[in-house]
Structures are given as C-alpha cells and as structure tokens.
C-alpha cells in the first residue's frame, strides 16, 4: 500500500510540475504573438523531413529483418501440401512486400516532398478518370492471379486423400491429444461422446474404462451397467435421506432428482444404440489403437480425423504447415504426407534437439498454450517397432467382457421414447457413423 | 444567443447544471461526452495491454508492475495468473474494439459533425441521442465491473466462442464474467442502435438548403455508411448473444453439441459452434469497417484541408466507401477457412474477400494523389492523418494474404493475424481518432490544443505502433499462436522458435510501454489545453465545410441566425481564379464558375 502511495504522489507532482512548464511556455508564446493555428514554417519543414527520416527507417528495419526472419521464422516445409503452401506464400509475400514498398514509399516522399510554403498554390486536381481507371483495373487483375492461384492450392489441400493414405484420429480435449490409429483395416472404430465413460461390474470388481467413446456391443453394455451404477449411487443416497438417515437441503435433493433423471434420460438413448450395429461394424474399433505421441511414416500420406471431446481446438502442426480446428460433435480433417524424418529434419535445420510438434491454436481454456503432443517421423521399420511398444494400448479392451445377463436393460416406462421401431429419430447418430466410418470419401 | 432564431427546433432554453454537462440532449455536449468515456475506457485498455505485454516479454518473471495493478489474487507475488492473462486479453480487444472505436469514433465524431457539417441545428431526436449516450455509459461502467468479478472476467477471447463460453466448468471466466459480458454487450448494441438510426435520419431529411448528397463532405458519407452497417448488423450480434444466454441457462443446445466437459456427459446435442462463428462474423466483419469508415472518413477531410487540396476523386471515393459496405456483408466466412465450413463455401470466401481490396486500393491511391503537389501545412491532425494512411496500406496489404484461404491454413490465429488487425483496424482507427481530436478539438471545446505536444505525440506514437506490430508479423509466421500465455510448448521441440520469439517479444514489449507511456502527453495535452488551452478562432484551419461557419462559443441550434445556404462541395482549395486558397461551401458560385 505504502507502494501505491509514494508512485501516486509522484505522479500527481509530475503532472503539477508539466503544467508549470505549459504555462511557462504558453506565456512566453503569447508574448512572442505566435498562435497555434499559425503554421511555423521551421517547424513544419521539420516535420516535412521526419517523413523522409521515416520512411528511410521503416524500410531499412524492414530490409533488416526480412534478412534475418526471411519470409518467417520457421524452418522450411516438412510436408509435401506444405510445400505447395510455401511456394504460394513466396509469390503472395513478394507481391504484398511490392505493393507494401510502393505505397507506403509514395505515401511518405510526397508528404516529404511538398511540404506547404506560402508562396506556392497547391496543383487543383480534383480528378482524373483515366488515372483512376488505371488503379481499378491493375489491382483486379493482379487480385485475379491471386485468386486463381490460391484456388488451386486450396482445392489441393482440402481434396480427397489417396486411397492408400493412412488414417488416424486426432482426439482433443482439455488439454492434451491423443491419436488413435486405424488398425490393420485402416478403418476408425465409431465412436459416441455418450458412452465415454468408467464402469465397474460390482460383482467381480473389475473395470471397464472407454475414453474415446468407441461403439461395440460391449462397450455399450458396459456403458448402460456403468449409467445404472451411478443411478443406483444416487437413489441409494435418497433412499437414506427418505429414512432420514442422512439430511440433504432442498436444493441438493432437487439436484439428485434431476441427476437422476437426466442420467436416465443418457440410459435411454444409449439403449436405442443396440441393434443399430453389428459384428463387421464392431470390428472396426477392435484393432484400433491410441498413443499419446504421435508417429508418421515418411512419405506416406496420412488422413487425419479430428475430433474433440469439450470445447474448439485446432491441430496445429507449424512444421507441416497445417492446420484444421476440431470442432466437438463434429469431425474435421486434414492431410498430411510427411517428407523428412525427424533425424532428417535434425540435420537439414542442423539443431539436433529439434522435434516435430503438435500444437492446440484455438483457446480451450486456462492451459491452452500447454496442449501438445510430440510428433515423431521414422520409417516404416520404425513404425513397426514403435506401434508395439510401450507407449500405444488398445483404443478398446474387449477382452473385458461386461456382464450381459446381469445388466438391467429395461426401458423406462415414460416418456415413451419416440423412436422405438423408427429409424428416423435416429438419424443424428447415423449420420455420425457414416462419416466418421471407414471412407474418407466425405469431404470436409 | 438568440431565442427567436431557432424556435423552429424547439428547444427550451432554460439549463440547469444537469440538463448542460449531464442528460444533455445537445449534439455537441454527448459528443464530448461519448469521447471523455472513450478516453478513458482507452487508458484502462492499454494498461492491460501493457500488463499482458510484461507477461509475454518476460514470462513467469516477479513484476511489481503487475501486483500493483492485480494484486495478490490475479499476480500473486507478481506472476500472472493464466486465466487472469486470458481475461486481460479478452477484456482489452472488447474494449478497444467496442467502446473506443465503435462506441468511442462514432459516437463522438458522428455526434459532433453531423449536424455540423449537413447544416442541422441538431439531431434528429436528441432523446434519443442522450438515451443512445446513457446506454454506452451504463455497458462500460458492467464491462469495467467485470474485471473485479470474483471468478474474473469474461476470458474465452473478445469472440466468445462457444462451448469453451458457455460452461463456467471449462474456464472460470464462462460463468459471471460471461453473464456481465453479454449484458453490457446487449446494452452496448442498444446504444449503438440509437445512435445509429439517428445518424441515418438527420443525414437523409436534416440537411440545409443547397447540400445535396454530393456535396456532402467525405465524413458524412463514412459516418452514414458506417451507421447502416450498424443497422443492419449489430442486430445479428443480439440474436447470437440472446441464443448463447440460453444454451447457458435454458439447457438449449443452439451451439453446443455432444460435449462432456469437466468430466460430466452433457444431454445438449444437436447444436453447432459454428454456427455462432457465422452469427458472430457476420456482425464482426462488418464491425472492422464500423471501425475504420469514420477514420477514413476524418482523414478524408483533414487530408484535403491541410494539403489545401481538393481530395482526388471525390466521387470514386464516395464509391468505394458504398462498395466496401455492400462488401463488408459477404465476406465473414474468411475467418472461418479452417473451422469446418464445407471448403467450397470458403473459396467463394476468398473470392469476395479479395474483391474488397479493389475499393481499399483506390482509397489509398486517392489519398496518395491527393497529397501529390498540394501544399501540405503539418498539423497534429495532418500527421496523424499520414499515419493512417500507412497504417492502412501496411494493414492492408498482410490481409492479401489472410484472404487467401490457402494460406490462412498457415497464420490463421497466429501472432500474423493480430499484427494484421492491429495495424489496419486498430492503428488506422486509433490514428484516425487521434487527427479528428486534433482537428475539431477547437469545435469542441473553443480551445487550441498545443502543436508541439501534438507533433511529439504523433512521432512517438508512429514509431512505437510500427515498432510493436511490424515484429508482430514475424512473430506469427515464426509459428506463435495468439492467446498464449507463453511459449515454452516449443522448449524441447524446436529451440529456435522459441528462442526468436522470446527475442522479439521483448522488443515488442519494450515499444508497447513507449508507446503507451506516451500516451500521457496527448492525455496531458487534452486535458490542459479543455481548461487552459489558446483561444480558439473561428476557423482555425481554414477550412471549408459549414462547422467552421458556427460560433466558437457553443449554442443550442448551432447557428445563431439562419442556417447557412451551401452553394458549392466542401474541396474548393486553391481552386484556380480565386484569391485565397479556400472557398467555403457557404460562398455562392461565381458567374462562370464551374463546380469543380
Ligand atoms: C497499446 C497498444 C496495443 C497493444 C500493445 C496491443 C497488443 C495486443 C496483444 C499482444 C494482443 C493479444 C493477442 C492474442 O493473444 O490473441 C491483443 C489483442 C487484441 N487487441 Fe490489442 N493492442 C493494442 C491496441 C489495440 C487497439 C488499438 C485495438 C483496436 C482494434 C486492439 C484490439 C485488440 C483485439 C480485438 C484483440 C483480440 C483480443 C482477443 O484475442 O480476444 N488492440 N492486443
Ligand atoms: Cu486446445
Ligand atoms: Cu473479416
């Protein structure tokens, strides 16, 4: 507080003593009959020239930087779409540092230039159509080449992968990654955010976990076991406040009642999933598998599928030049094909620490600048080696088998749910499947 | 001042203290009231711009500037805490980009010269008008409330994207913080409705005798553009914000869809975040040219005064103002390229996006021959109009590259985009702010402000904006996202990065406290120069257009006798024939006079 005091009082005297200053000044310049309205021609000669000084500054930094940085900072593309990218920036950075030099050069050397002198009569130029003509029409065309330019990458970047391109699922949530990778059959599991979630068979103690929310029959079990569980937690609990056992407030049982039914509601429409699936389906996730790092094979392309389980990300992979945000309840994607293994890379750069990255660009939260995953480019031997290593488990443990006879899969009586025997109500997890599914033939 | 002379216009004349400086219904007086708010919503958002600076520049570092300012709750033992950071960045874009520049620029600026320079004796409703001030007050009074909120203020990003805005549970500053955002937002854009459909109105039914709609100065056509963008499109703002309060409170799910946050599996399904990116860019595009019509259209009017030269073709400017806000309503998918949008849609994006470089280019040429052979007199105003023009094209040209949507894979929420928007949004309009208070600050108050306080002001701002925001550029392209608290995600990963971005950011850093330090001489010139400030003449400038026709000291109705006639455009400087280098638009065509 003292602190605050003594940097308050400072200030307070700082500013008595400028307007001293003011008024000294504004006296003697008063005397002398100047005015401020007067244009003093010292003065605005001096003004004149700081344009020019300016100028010169601002192109020299401008020079010395783009000697240092270049076109940016970072190492060029590691990528085959980043390269693309790269060169269309290149051309699109020369023209914009062109138009940059011009105008602003224009700009500064006229204010320079005629700066005002009372014996002279400002040209009358109101306008001139051919000159205004001109710049219409040269920056529609040079726009057009732009345009046209920038199609064409765009249409390349956001096509369809190869058929043969390798496809993983970037799961984002607060705050980190996890890619879970297609298998043998190159085909993603589904998944459903409802039955992302632990259960535990009372009677045998073991757990069942499902992070992704990966759709098997099994894990739907498991799921409707572990949603009874906790609907039977909570009713115990009013059970004992009922035999005042226990006494809760008001609004906390108000708020058990509607946990209760809003679970119930989740059981419900978990139930609807069976059937909806079946073997073949099922065994897309089986072979499916997730790591928390990152690796990709050099030169093969890879199709990423985003997904996020709470709030907006965006992979962002600086060294690749891509990016794509993940957008919860929806998939996105995008394609990467490698061209230089990180040892590669290490020496190119030659900074022998260097490591592909993965980053989150889009605010997720109070950790987002901590969001990450490491990326790793090897050969196809060391992909081999690595994909049974420690570091990647099953995306799904079905080995786990939940205990189907003892798992209470009635319906609740009311309100009748409205779609028993309709195909059309669910229509939303359907459209999910079909995307996330095996193809990547949907464009996104 | 004369009674008999305005009773056409009605108003009582009997002024009580409150009735003059406080619920005044006179155009002049909420003119000056909206600029004093602005200012001084301006110093508390570069003060916490500067305190997010310190962060960034030296990360984790004790500052004592930073306890002084947040205390032991936000900076305990002087470190910053992560969502304070990001409450500090949210709370300082809101602010600049609402309440200076939108709230702040028109407000002020639309206020003071409307009536002035159509020959109005006011608006057309002053109730509205005070209400319209009221209302701007009352929203940044809660914006400012916001930020001693327990939980801490809003801090998902002035663009409140949903999910991560709607649950408290995935960032503390989604809970009240977010509550007080969107209500002083609402009232904001109730203030801004007001204010706008009253510029619109005087402009089209107010204007005198002789002043058709082509000789309106440039201002006036910026302002009334700017305010039938307001119209058109703050009202999608309020649709969002009322869809986004109820996925908050209702349970809907407008926005939100298959979301487990905190642990707990969400029913809302159903909903798309994008869908408020859509609702909110279609509102936040056209918000950058409500920001920047009105500088545009200040330095227009300075630039030709002070280069005593008839700005060069008026009439293509006049068309390229109407082109860019047609334009501006069919671009704001450029800032979704990569959010999921079918990339279809994003190419024709790029299309229209580029489309409006056409008229910014003929602006900018325009000014540029303007300039060439006039006769240029370096006032405070003069020079800060030269800055905007540079600020305008250095701005203008990085968005070549935002637009393109291929590229924008590469810088989207980069450091490159805040370096863009910042210098053509941010600069251009703060400097256009800036030359309008030097130019009509004798309008306002009957004072000069000081020359050489302006003349410094205006050099050391120049080069601590160029210095900030040009590294800014490298910066993004050096691979830094925005909104991050700091860079060591690329300690082990790529040392290099890290190591050029900390360098520059400390650069930055050190420009922005300049710069903001020398903030304190134009604060210190305003202020001296209300109270104790040079006599202002009638004409200060010598200017043309029917403000500079009015009295030094101010009245109701504006003109004491009748309101002038106008008889020619306001750019007739150093036309040939005539004996002085200005005529005003209240001068009569000569015999065989040609209008320009
Ligand atoms: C004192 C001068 C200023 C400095 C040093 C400054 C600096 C910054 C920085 C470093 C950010 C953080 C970017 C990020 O992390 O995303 C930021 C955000 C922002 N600034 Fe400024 N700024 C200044 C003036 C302005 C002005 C005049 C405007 C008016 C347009 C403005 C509007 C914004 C906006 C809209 C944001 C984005 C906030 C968000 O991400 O939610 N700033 N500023
Ligand atoms: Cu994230
Ligand atoms: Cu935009």
Request: net charge negative.
């Amino acid at each position: 507080m003292g602190m605050k005091f003594v940097v308050l009082v400072v200030i307070v005297l700082a500013v008595i003593a400028i307007a001293q200053i003011m008024r000294v000044y504004e006296l003697s310049s008063k005397i002398r009959g100047n005015k401020e309205e007067d244009i003093d021609l010292r003065v605005n000669n001096i003004n004149a020239s700081l344009m020019l000084i300016f100028l010169i500054i601002l192109f020299g930094s401008f020079f010395w930087m783009l000697a240092i940085y270049g076109n940016g900072t970072l190492p060029e593309p590691a990528s085959v779409l980043g390269e693309k990218i790269h060169w269309l920036f290149n051309i699109n950075w020369i023209i914009v540092i062109a138009i940059f030099l011009l105008c602003n050069g224009l700009l500064f050397i006229f204010a320079w230039k005629y700066s005002y002198h009372p014996d002279r009569k400002a040209h009358w130029f109101p306008h001139d159509n051919k000159l205004e003509m001109i710049w219409t029409v040269v920056p529609a065309a040079v726009l057009a080449v732009i345009i046209i330019l920038g199609l064409m990458t765009w249409n390349e970047v956001t096509g369809k992968p190869s058929d043969d391109a390798i496809v993983v699922e970037l799961y984002a949530k607060q705050f980190d990654w996890t890619a879970r990778y297609s298998g043998d059959d190159n085909k993603l599991g589904y998944a459903d955010y409802k039955l992302v979630g632990t259960a535990e068979d009372k009677n045998t103690g073991t757990t069942y976990n499902n992070p992704f929310g990966l759709i098997t029959d099994n894990s739907v079990h498991w799921r409707i076991l572990g949603l009874n569980n906790e609907i039977t937690e909570i009713e115990k609990n009013l059970r004992m406040e009922s035999n005042d056992s226990v006494a809760y407030s008001q609004a906390k049982l108000n708020k058990m009642n509607a946990k209760v039914e809003k679970l119930e509601r989740i059981r419900e429409r978990v139930l609807d999933m069976f059937g909806m699936f079946n073997d073949s389906i099922d065994a897309f996730a089986k072979d499916d598998f997730v790591t928390k790092e990152l690796f990709m094979v050099k030169d093969q392309e890879y199709f990423f599928v985003l997904r996020s389980q709470d709030v907006l990300h965006s992979a962002y992979f600086p060294h690749f030049r891509a990016q794509m945000n993940c957008v919860p309840g929806q998939r996105t994607s995008l394609k990467i094909t490698p061209k230089y293994t990180t040892a590669e890379f290490r020496e190119k750069i030659g900074n022998p620490e260097f490591n592909y990255i993965l980053m989150c660009n889009k605010i997720c939260g109070v950790s987002h600048s901590n969001m990450k995953m490491a990326v790793i480019v090897g050969t196809q031997d060391e992909f081999e080696a690595w994909k049974v290593g420690p570091l990647s488990t099953p995306a799904i443990n079905d080995s786990i088998i939940a205990p189907i006879d003892d798992i209470d899969k009635e319906r609740m009586p009311w309100p009748e749910p409205a779609h028993h025997g309709d195909h059309d109500d669910s229509d939303h997890e359907a459209d999910d499947h079909a995307i996330e599914g095996d193809d990547h033939t949907e464009g996104h | 001042m004369s009674a008999a002379a305005h009773t056409d216009h009605g108003h009582h004349h009997k002024e009580s203290f409150i009735t003059k400086y406080i619920f005044s219904q006179d155009h002049k007086m909420i003119g000056k009231q909206f600029l004093v708010t602005a200012i001084f919503m301006a110093v508390v958002a570069v003060i916490l711009s500067v305190l997010f600076r310190i962060q960034l520049a030296w990360p984790g570092e004790s500052n004592s500037v930073l306890s002084f300012f947040l205390g032991d709750t936000w900076a305990p033992e002087g470190i910053l805490d992560r969502g304070m950071y990001l409450g500090l960045v949210t709370i300082h874009g809101t602010i600049m980009v609402f309440f200076v520049l939108t709230g702040g620029l028109s407000g002020t600026f639309s206020n003071l010269l409307i009536p002035l320079q159509c020959g109005a004796r006011d608006m057309a409703s002053g109730l509205l008008n005070m209400i319209s001030y009221w209302m701007f007050f009352l929203s940044s009074i809660l914006m400012l409330y916001s930020l001693f909120l327990e939980t801490g203020p809003a801090n998902a990003g002035w663009t409140i994207y949903p999910p991560l805005s709607v649950y408290e549970e995935a960032i503390p500053g989604s809970g009240s913080g977010m509550t007080v955002w969107l209500l002083s937002m609402t009232i904001f854009v109730a203030s801004s409705l007001l204010g706008s459909l009253n510029y619109i109105v005087t402009i089209i039914n107010l204007r005198t005798k002789g002043m058709k709609m082509t000789r309106l100065p440039l201002t006036i056509w910026a302002f009334f553009v700017t305010a039938v963008l307001g119209v058109l499109s703050f009202p999608v703002l309020v649709s969002a914000v009322v869809l986004m309060l109820m996925d908050r409170t209702l349970g809907t799910s407008f926005y939100v869809n298959d979301t487990i946050i905190a642990g707990e599996v969400l029913e809302q399904s159903g909903g798309s975040p994008i869908l408020f990116e859509h609702l909110f860019w279609f509102l936040g595009h056209p918000e950058v040219y409500i920001v920047l019509l009105p500088a545009l259209g200040l330095t227009s009017e300075i630039v030709a005064t002070n280069a005593r030269k008839p700005i060069f073709g008026y009439r293509a400017m006049i068309g390229s103002i109407l082109a860019i806000g047609f334009l501006s309503f069919i671009v704001w998918g450029h800032h979704m390229f990569i959010s999921g949008m079918n990339p279809f849609l994003g190419g024709v994006f790029v299309f229209t996006t580029l489309l409006i470089a056409i008229p910014s280019a003929i602006k900018v040429f325009n000014y540029i021959t303007t300039l060439w052979k006039g006769n240029i007199k370096y006032t405070p105003a003069m020079l800060f109009s030269i800055g905007l023009v540079s600020s305008f094209i250095t701005g203008g040209v990085t968005g070549i590259i935002l637009a393109d949507s291929a590229l924008d894979i590469v810088v989207h929420d980069t450091y490159f985009v805040v370096a863009h928007f910042h210098v053509v949004m941010g600069l251009s309009a703060i400097f256009g702010m800036f030359a309008g208070v030097y130019h009509w600050f004798p309008k306002m108050y009957g004072k000069m402000m000081n020359a050489k306080l302006g003349m410094v002001h205006f050099w050391l701002t120049l080069v601590s904006a160029y210095g900030v925001f040009f590294p800014m550029h490298f910066v993004g392209i050096g691979g830094a996202p925005r909104r991050y608290y700091d860079y060591s995600v690329y300690e082990g990963f790529d040392s290099n990065q890290y190591e050029m971005i900390m360098d520059l950011n400390v650069v930055i850093s050190i420009f922005a406290i300049i710069g903001a330090l020398a903030q304190l001489i134009f604060l210190f010139n305003f202020f001296y120069s209300t109270f104790k400030g040079q006599k202002a003449p009638q004409n200060p400038w010598k200017g043309n257009s029917l403000e500079w026709t009015t009295p030094v000291e101010h009245i109701h109705g504006n003109w004491p006798g009748e309101i002038p006639e106008v008889h020619r455009w306001p750019y007739d400087y150093s036309k040939p024939g005539a004996a002085e280098d200005y005529i005003p638009q209240t001068v009569p065509l000569g015999p065989d006079e040609e209008e320009h």
